[in-house]
């Protein structure tokens, strides 16, 4: 707050949104009405699903599941959740929350806003590193979305499988080490881009590979040239930015980039490309290009739609199926064959098929019953799994 009262940053904090203050009006009157009717006692089993995926993707990285939890942590419910990082199809259960109505509707907001957003981050991020094959992807995205969320954004990118993220906060956030190159304003100071390449070498720690920038003032030809003169065996990379007015056939100024390293003798010389990198532009260039730095079109991801509705209500001493039109009722079970190879179950009936029982419970009365993975662990898990689906066709 500034010394006036009013908010600084249009941002909500984490006490509010664990207090479930972050929520939509219409749960806080249900909440007044059941407590009101008596009905605030009333428990039931409210089931999370994957509800509808963008049109051409066959699968959702379903991610978001360690902040739904601490969000949930503390209030008397139990949550089962499939593992974070699971590829699932649409129509699947991936959580199951367990308790009294009125202890759970102030959280359906803020819960399914971090799963939702997660999922549809670290989807898109998923299918721009399978299609990126054996090339490394670098989530350059922070910039479009507002600062309040960027960790958890620098998160999803990273569990979906991106190489590294930029956000120079991750180390301590996420304990990953951020990866960045330089921005044209660092050059532009200069007035010289052979200055700045030389300035960013001799402050940078050794550490960080030298990747200039080579379109700021020239042609990336030239500007590569003069960098491989600058830096000789100290030049790790060039990262080609080029402006949309000047951008015409991407692939053929990267080919020209690649002929000519060689051709000076330089063939081990790394090519990034960014600015406006999407699953069809990388396609069209990953057999040229080295890295890629990928922003916008995964940060602002096509979204999943993940909806919460109540499946069981607990009334006259047994657990009902009850579900709005358009959901099937009853409190559900997943069990696992193989990558987006599962059976759903109702809840006490037997699989046919599948035995992993992967909907799991994680909150028993709100205590966490089992430890968070971590994002290296989750990454490594859908890592894993897209090794064994195809290439999703690129739109
Ligand atoms: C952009 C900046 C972003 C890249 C491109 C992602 O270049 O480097 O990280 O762009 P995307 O969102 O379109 O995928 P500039 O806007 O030129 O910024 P800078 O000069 O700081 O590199």
């Given at each position: 707050m500034d010394s006036m009262g009013s908010?600084?940053?249009y941002i909500a904090s984490e006490e509010d949104i664990i207090n479930g203050k972050?929520?939509?009006?219409y749960f806080v009157r249900t909440r007044k009405i059941l407590e009101a009717k008596g009905l605030d006692k009333v428990r039931v089993r409210m089931e999370v699903h994957v509800s509808d995926l963008p049109r051409g993707y066959d699968w959702a990285v379903y991610a978001g599941l360690e902040e739904a939890l601490r969000i949930l942590e503390g209030k008397p419910l139990d949550v089962y959740s499939l593992p974070e990082g699971t590829l699932v199809r649409s129509g699947t259960p991936v959580m199951l929350i367990e308790g009294t109505y009125a202890d759970m509707c102030l959280y359906e907001t803020a819960v399914l806003g971090v799963l939702r957003q997660a999922t549809s981050i670290a989807t898109k991020a998923a299918r721009i590193k399978k299609l990126a094959r054996d090339r490394k992807v670098v989530f350059f995205?922070?910039?479009?979305?507002?600062?309040?969320i960027a960790p958890s954004v620098d998160r999803a990118a990273f569990i979906g499988g991106v190489d590294a993220v930029s956000g120079y906060f991750s180390q301590e956030y996420l304990g990953v080490t951020p990866v960045g190159t330089m921005p044209h304003a660092l050059i532009v100071v200069f007035g010289d881009n052979v200055e700045a390449w030389k300035a960013f070498n001799d402050v940078v720690e050794p550490g960080v590979p030298r990747i200039v920038l080579?379109?700021?003032?020239?042609d990336e030809r030239v500007e590569t040239l003069q960098a491989v003169e600058a830096?000789?065996?100290?030049?790790?990379g060039v990262r080609l930015d080029t402006p949309r007015s000047r951008r015409g056939n991407m692939r053929e100024i990267v080919e020209e980039i690649r002929w000519t390293l060689k051709a000076m003798g330089y063939p081990n010389i790394k090519i990034v490309v960014s600015g406006g990198i999407n699953e069809k532009s990388l396609i069209e260039l990953r057999d040229l290009v080295d890295m890629f730095g990928v922003g916008t079109s995964i940060a602002v991801a096509t979204p999943v739609d993940i909806s919460m509705d109540i499946v069981e209500v607990f009334r006259d001493g047994v657990w009902k199926p009850i579900a709005k039109r358009g959901k099937m009722p009853g409190a559900k079970k997943v069990y696992m064959c193989d990558v987006l190879d599962y059976e759903v179950t109702l809840w006490d009936e037997k699989p046919t098929r599948c035995y992993d029982d992967v909907l799991v419970k994680w909150l028993e009365g709100g205590r966490l019953v089992r430890d968070y993975p971590g994002v290296n662990n989750i990454r490594n898990y859908v890592i894993s799994q897209l090794e064994k689906v195809p290439e999703p066709q690129a739109i």
């Open positions: 908010p600084r940053l972050i929520t939509d009006v995205g922070l910039r479009a979305l507002h600062p309040a080579v379109d700021t003032f020239n830096l000789k065996d100290k030049l790790y």
